[in-house]
């Protein structure tokens, strides 16, 4: 993503870019559900969104179904989109929260086309239907990683990218300005370079490994510190939304793909053992694997710099939150952006760097507190991993969003946070977080417009999702994956 951005915008006559990285040395070869501003970086590239589809064997995808998070037994969508259709002056939960409260709705699912569409395994895009939901349609991808990175591989390459295959040896540094001034490789060659992106994965050679930047550790708001993953065949035609579920120690997800499921298992082995992890996984996915169960150990963090000197993070060097809201591979397309907003001149203004750096912060912060929501919002008692979360402290930001909403039905977006009231709305709901109040500009609509215009926008929204063709329909006419032979 770093070298496709960047073979984006510089011109390849005036700045040279290096791609490095060893065929030796595999990715970390998962990451297949992503969120809707995806869109915006494909789109940024130029890249046909069929031909990315039918490259990286990609479907659709609507939300999130967490499953028996709040309680055993619960399930809830986080969809993507907005509920409902315009409706007075808020935003539609704050009228259906009203609803609710009177009693008179018992889910706000019957008001989202994202869920209803989801469950019947609808797709399009957003038909040009003035005033109709299916204008509105919001979506992202599920697709194979390692396919996705070789098809920006092929883009960087064709625009100027030197792609060298190679392992990173030694980096050294210079002994005055400490920047880092070149990379000794395992063949014996040497690469020089005014600017360094360290993708290096977990290891975090650069960064870390030579640059000695430190990590802030959160594993006290997250506990999970390892995975194991799995594919299957498929069983079904696939569903167009990523399934959460939540076992007694952590939780499991469910990717449909084209022509396979990703599955894993995300847990703490202070908890359970991998033996035990790679059971509950093998135990709860359905269809005949296609590999063998592989585990994955990570650290919850951020590095304390995620830019120090000449060398930027990206990636999983930078740090890493746990995919239950499929959010890394959004966090290296918004340090993309930002590293091209504050891109540096030689002399590495500090006042950049710091500004950089403080806006990641605040970025992985604030998606670390909407992981952390679905946690600590549970009434799960049935394991010692539960009772944790139930209890935990967690930060004050977080406190006080929840006990606004809890009292007032409030919710408000902080500086451009990632995850916006809908979002926050549908976690904090579904997980059973009920307000006791809702917000009073929801009585300027009289009693009698307002039950029928619940009525008809449950109605439209029904009627919208029937309209739809099937995902299987959609991307048979569209975008058929097709595997390289
Ligand atoms: C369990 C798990 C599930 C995830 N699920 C999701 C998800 O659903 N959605 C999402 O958005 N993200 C997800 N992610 C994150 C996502 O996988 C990563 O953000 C993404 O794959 C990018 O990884 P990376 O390129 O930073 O690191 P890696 O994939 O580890 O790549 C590191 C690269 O560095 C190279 N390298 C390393 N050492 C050297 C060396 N010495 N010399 C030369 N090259 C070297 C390797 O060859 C490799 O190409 C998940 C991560 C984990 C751990």
């Not at 990206?314 to 239950?324: A, K, Q, T, V």
């Not at 904090?428 to 609509?445: K, N, R, T, W």
């Amino acid at each position: 993503m770093s070298a496709a951005a960047f073979a984006n915008v510089f011109d390849p006559s005036q700045y040279s870019i290096k791609l490095i990285e060893s065929s030796a040395i595999s990715s970390v070869g998962v990451g297949e559900a992503t969120i809707p501003p995806i869109r915006q970086f494909n789109r940024m590239l130029g890249i046909d969104e069929d031909e990315f589809i039918r490259n990286t064997n990609g479907t659709f995808k609507l939300g999130i179904e967490f499953v028996n998070w709040g309680k055993i037994g619960d399930a809830y969508m986080h969809p993507f989109g907005a509920y409902g259709t315009k409706f007075g002056s808020l935003t539609f939960y704050n009228y259906w929260l009203k609803y609710y409260l009177q009693g008179k709705s018992q889910s706000i699912s019957d008001y989202s086309l994202s869920v209803q569409a989801a469950k019947s395994k609808k797709f399009m895009r957003p038909a040009k239907l003035p005033n109709s939901p299916l204008a509105e349609i919001t979506y992202a991808f599920h697709f194979d990683a390692g396919l996705y990175a070789q098809f920006l591989r092929n883009f960087a390459e064709s625009r100027g990218v030197q792609r060298i295959d190679d392992i990173v040896d030694q980096v050294n540094i210079d002994p005055i300005n400490g920047q880092i001034r070149s990379l000794d490789m395992k063949s014996g060659e040497h690469h020089k370079g005014d600017l360094f992106i360290d993708c290096t994965g977990f290891k975090a050679l650069l960064i870390q490994g030579a640059l000695k930047t430190g990590f802030e550790d959160w594993s006290n708001y997250l506990l999970c510190d390892s995975a194991v993953t799995v594919a299957t065949k498929n069983t079904e035609t696939p569903a167009p939304y990523t399934r959460a579920t939540a076992h007694p120690v952590g939780w499991q997800w469910r990717i449909p793909l084209q022509s396979r499921v990703g599955n894993g298992y995300v847990y703490s082995q202070s908890f359970i053992s991998d033996d035990d992890a790679k059971q509950v996984l093998l135990d709860n996915i359905q269809g005949e694997t296609i590999n063998d169960p592989r585990v994955i150990r990570f650290k919850t963090g951020i590095r304390k710099k995620v830019w120090h000197k000449n060398c930027i993070s990206i990636g999983l060097s930078s740090g890493f939150l746990e995919p239950l809201e499929s959010t890394s591979i959004h966090l290296i397309q918004t340090a993309l952006a930002k590293l091209l907003a504050f891109f540096p001149t030689q002399s590495f203004d500090e006042e950049l760097i710091d500004q950089y750096n403080a806006l990641m912060r605040e970025e992985f912060e604030n998606v670390r507190d909407f992981v952390i929501l679905h946690y600590k919002l549970t009434e799960r008692e049935d394991s010692d991993f539960w009772r944790y979360c139930k209890n935990m402290d967690i930060p004050v930001k977080l406190q006080h969003k929840m006990a606004m909403f809890k009292s007032t039905g409030r919710l408000h977006r902080e500086n451009n946070e990632l995850f916006d009231v809908i979002s926050q709305f549908a976690v904090m709901f579904g997980q059973g977080l009920i307000p006791e109040s809702y917000h009073p500009l929801a009585d300027d609509v009289n009693d009698l417009e307002f039950d029928k215009g619940m009525n008809a926008i449950k109605e439209v929204i029904t009627r919208s999702a029937e309209a739809m063709p099937t995902q299987e329909e959609f991307i048979k006419k569209h975008c058929e994956f097709k595997p390289s032979p």
